[in-house]
């Protein structure tokens, strides 16, 4: 079977020397770096026996490892099952989705220990690393599987390590700046994750715009067992979003109030998105899209908010409007963005992770401006918000406008480093393919025989092998 | 592409209103609901602090998160992924059995929480909710979730949500009344949950017959591919079940316990279910409906015992019975019921539901009415079937004769809510497809061109481009 | 339509009373075993209350099923899930893979229950099971998977039974004679899982060889889809390593330490892997069947060092080296087994487990002989390697030894343990398909037609009804 599309292809694709120079020279990196700096934190260290008696603790299961690990996993499996099998809606690019999304958090993993643990973990020299920094490893890869579905099926391996190494250090400063410097709260990533993470995305797929991309559309869409296995990665995403959450509140009624209030704000997102995206079509047909993708904006949108007391009718609220912008995003504002902007946004992360984002930020600025000591009791709201030391005398709506500027810098810090870094990736160096190969697994993975080609032809003897 | 099948469509299926409608006023509904009755439990508040003192606790281990929070992901799991993908083994009705499953999950779970709520969590006119709480709810919807099994495929969504609507309330009644007035061990739910939710979903389907549903027999089969989605919602269910029957016992050794019995009960059932498969086949192959379903038996039928002691080599022998049981309905009851009684039962639920649901109340009131103080210990007996208060000079054999009532009296809610529900369902407003397009996503859902004629096609320039 | 391959069919390959027979006897004899030997441990008897008084224990949280039961189910979702989805990859073989995994796996940790239990929970005549024996119990089977690995598509589901049956009893032998008599380290199971299961496995396969097997040739490929099937296999294996290898460690740091170790060890080795596939192929494209393997050889090669203080970095160094081996191996070594040594590895597990599992051993090993009080602290020290009673003398270097002494017993095991189990399934009354025949679900399963006719043909009112 000829493929003739493969005839005009210009561009070097070949991976052969440059993604291995790449990945093998990282991982020497990697080595040295964590030789010389990481180490376990006292909870994961030997010496924890004594360091137990120190701490007066009578249980193995006051250890972290106890509080969070099975946080930890969840967060894990939506890292890398869940947004690897959500972008597995493209009819011939499942490995790519699957694979570079694996390849990419392997390698941003790493620098993620390393960079959030010179900024938050670091101790006589060294990083002293447990469960926590693991979460929170995942949880900077995760910015950069938003920005990824941004552009995917358009992109190099390569341009991904490539964007994987900025982006998880700008990451790890505007993360700082919030955390340390603002004293901002953002236990679920609204702004840190989401609305870093893909306002990054779409600052990079803009500067990437591709004039020609309509040569690749036929490979654009999905086909129905496609679908299937995105739903995969969606359910995941959406089931394991009250762990996402709550994986590094405080201990006790923290990492449990945030678990309600996403599990409350996912509920109603779910039908808020049945509901548009009916509505939105001029048969009444639900759109596969929609589903895979509006339903998980509660998610995102109580991403700060749901370890305060936001209460579970306030979830339920924060997440119907979630549900209708993301939706109503899909309709109307992706194919704007894509004419007008020249933003070609292939997941859709727009809806899903900027505008939720955003909200997010602001319920988040909201719900801290309102709290009072009647609501979070004298002790839990010096808790809840750590108005201890040096920020003993700040007061809740003052919290609210530093949450508010956390919004602000996370959008800077993403705008610029975007435009920098999508300039570096526009370099023709990087391998990426022809507009008309885009959205194509060929390009960059061998491919098995068609399906259909193998069942039609399993009685022919004459017919080449499969690999 | 031509489909003629769609020519002789009569029925307007368009849900373009109806199904916004009814999931905003919903949700609506939902937001003032949980605004004027549901707040966060003690250890979800950020009051817990003071509560802490007042209980006496010493760590934030003791918060019930921690004991119950990973069986809740689990359960999660299952009522997402579990039951939405085995019910994905038609070959085109993936997105609605993952779709709608997601649907009316999302909308039950905020109604259980408030009708559960009103009857077991209330407390000075409000609803206190905590990590129990969400798995209740789940556990609730769980029910509807198998009784969407019998109707799987030949309803809209609109009915799906009636019938969540009501189905969430009887389950709440016929709950309250086996555990609060007669009270009644049920952690797993085998009377609750399986024997209601699968003769409710049985009475139904019977309401709903259709005489002409051999129009769509073509396409209530599986494909290759197909049958392996439905196999991961099998898996999930049965990887997770010992988390499902032990998610809400008692801390310590009763979820110990749970786990244990329910693990030892599938894996015996899993054996017995390939014997019978094999044997009941004139050429002795497997079938993946058995495969499937049946295994599943045995963590039904242990619903209710699994948290008293039960002992490992009974949880064998009850689960060896039920994978027998459930295969043999397969091959011989499910033809019989559709025939002669017009139960048109699309998933089987009458054999992996209703029968091992049945036994395992049976075995239920029969070890509990075996139970003794030597057995149990003198302190594990009381606390095992709560014999304390108004229950205190309770004895085992009466236990057991509580216990068997409770199957009766789910039965006869069953029977008598489903045929109230049917009735509903059967007026002509709610949008069902006519037999010819039943088991057909393309009613309700936006669907991808073939992958076949994709890939063929894939050449030609002229081909319109997918959504 | 004709499948002319299946008129050559010679061999009896009908299961229908052969299968049947032995997995009701088998589980008659459970019953019976369990009736017997098998009761509750402590911490899952009803007399826990009393037994939490004698022991001072003020909290349920202390009991071990909360210490060990999020760990526990990862690992269950790795055996069933992972290995069963792993091994889907082939294009008509995946019912076989996820059935008959699902298969030997319920058949195989009953009988581990017993088997380990008589040699590491007996008391006073009864075997006393918690969490720890069902997490060992999957251990267990799973060296039974890796075996299966090999010989995946060439047996009948009986001879995986008579397979299933030894390999637990001779793996719980040579368990045996590592932890209790060498007193050996190896909670992840780098030799009695990894090391003795491959070799076992390579070692039936090589007396089970076929010389004609080429006549199959067209089905050992993969196709699009059944790549992505075998890719929620690799991630959920890759992801829940960590838990794998953590599961059974000691209470507190050493169970954090695993995790740590493991989570770093299969990073870097998702890496290398893909430098090497990239690298070794002419075009530079990856190879899938690469990224579904070898990426997981980094959770092998700590399985027995994990719990050690190999330190973050030293899991990098020994992650990486072991995707290199691992890919190299599915390169070069695979088709050089199978052409010099008559060895046909369908799963590559040579590469995924042999090699890795060696590796893991070794560095175990080393990492045991390298330790010092003044790494581990004192109380550490002899905690992290029981240095107690008996061996309270003993040194690391003598530990080290040790630690060789139990890899080279795991091998001598294996192969003496498979060149006899290989020569029973070579008895011509198992049922085992002709060469022609192999990786074809068709000939032990009822496969639904074709995808492709139904689509095809779906218009055609006169096409026969699917099952």
Redesign the interface.
């Known amino acids: 079977m000829?493929?003739?599309?493969h005839q005009g292809m210009a561009k070097n694709t070949?991976?052969?020397?440059?993604?291995?120079?790449v990945?093998?020279l990282?991982?020497v990196a990697?080595?040295v770096l964590?030789?010389v700096f990481?180490?376990?934190g006292p909870?994961?260290?030997?010496?924890?026996?004594?360091e137990?008696q120190e701490m007066n603790l009578t249980?193995?299961?006051?250890?972290?490892?106890?509080?969070r690990?099975?946080?930890f996993?969840?967060v894990?499996?939506m890292i890398?099952?869940g947004f690897?099998?959500l972008m597995?809606f493209l009819?011939?690019y499942?490995?790519g989705a699957?694979?570079f999304n694996?390849?990419l958090a392997?390698?941003g993993?790493?620098w993620a220990?390393l960079m959030q643990g010179w900024f938050h973990s670091f101790k006589n020299g060294k990083i002293l690393?447990?469960?926590e920094n693991?979460i929170n490893a995942d949880f900077c890869v995760g910015s950069v599987c938003i920005a990824f579905g941004a552009i995917l099926g358009k992109t190099s391996?390569i341009q991904l390590l490539v964007m994987t190494l900025f982006q998880v250090t700008l990451f790890s400063v505007n993360e700082y700046i919030l955390l340390n410097i603002l004293h901002v709260k953002d236990a679920g990533g609204s702004m840190t994750i989401h609305t870093f993470g893909a306002y990054f995305g779409l600052t990079v797929t803009r500067i990437l715009y591709r004039s020609n991309l309509e040569q690749s559309?036929?490979?654009?869409?999905?086909?129905?067992?496609s679908?299937?296995?995105a739903?995969?990665g969606t359910?995941?995403l959406?089931?394991?979003w009250?762990?996402f959450n709550s994986a590094i509140s405080d201990?006790?009624?923290?990492?449990?109030?945030s678990?309600?209030n996403t599990?409350?704000s996912?509920?109603?997102c779910?039908?808020?998105t049945?509901?548009?995206s009916?509505?939105l079509?001029?048969?009444?047909?639900?759109?596969?899209v929609h589903?895979q993708n509006a339903?998980l904006a509660g998610g995102v949108a109580v991403g700060t908010s749901a370890e305060m007391?936001l209460?579970?009718?306030g979830s339920?609220?924060v997440g119907?409007i979630s549900g209708i912008v993301s939706t109503v995003g899909y309709v109307y504002f992706t194919p704007f963005l894509e004419s007008r902007l020249h933003i070609q946004d292939t997941c859709g992360i727009h809806n899903l992770h900027a505008m939720p984002g955003l909200i997010g930020g602001i319920v988040g600025a909201i719900t801290a401006a309102a709290a009072t000591e009647d609501?979070?009791?004298k002790?839990?709201?010096i808790?809840?918000f750590d108005f201890t030391g040096e920020y003993r005398t700040r007061t809740p709506s003052i919290q609210g406008g530093f949450q508010a500027a956390g919004i602000v810098v996370s959008l800077l810090m993403a705008f610029a480093g975007g435009a920098i870094v999508g300039g570096i990736l526009k370099l023709p160096i990087w391998g990426d393919a022809a507009a008309e190969n885009c959205f194509e697994d060929d390009v960059?993975?061998?491919?098995?025989?068609?399906?259909?080609s193998?069942?039609?032809h399993?009685?022919n003897p004459d017919?080449p092998?499969?690999?």
């Open positions: 000829e493929r003739p599309r070949n991976m052969r020397w440059r993604l291995p120079l990945c093998l990282w991982e990697m080595i964590f030789g990481v180490r376990f909870e994961a260290d030997a010496h924890w026996e004594e137990k249980s193995d299961i006051e250890n972290d490892f106890y509080f690990y099975p946080s996993q969840d894990h499996v890398f099952v690897g099998f597995t009819k011939r499942g490995f699957v694979g694996f390849l392997a390698f993993i790493q220990l690393i447990g469960v693991l391996p559309k036929d490979k654009q869409g999905s086909v129905y067992h679908d299937l296995f739903m995969i359910l995941y959406w089931m394991y009250p762990s201990h006790g009624d923290a990492q449990h109030r678990a309600i599990y409350c996912l509920a109603a779910v039908l808020t049945m509901a548009f009916s509505m079509q001029k048969k009444g047909k639900l759109d596969m589903i339903t007391m209460t579970p009718y339920l609220i119907s609501v979070y009791g002790e839990g709201f808790k809840a960059y993975w061998e491919v098995p025989e068609d399906e259909e193998d069942v039609y399993m009685h017919k092998a499969s690999p």
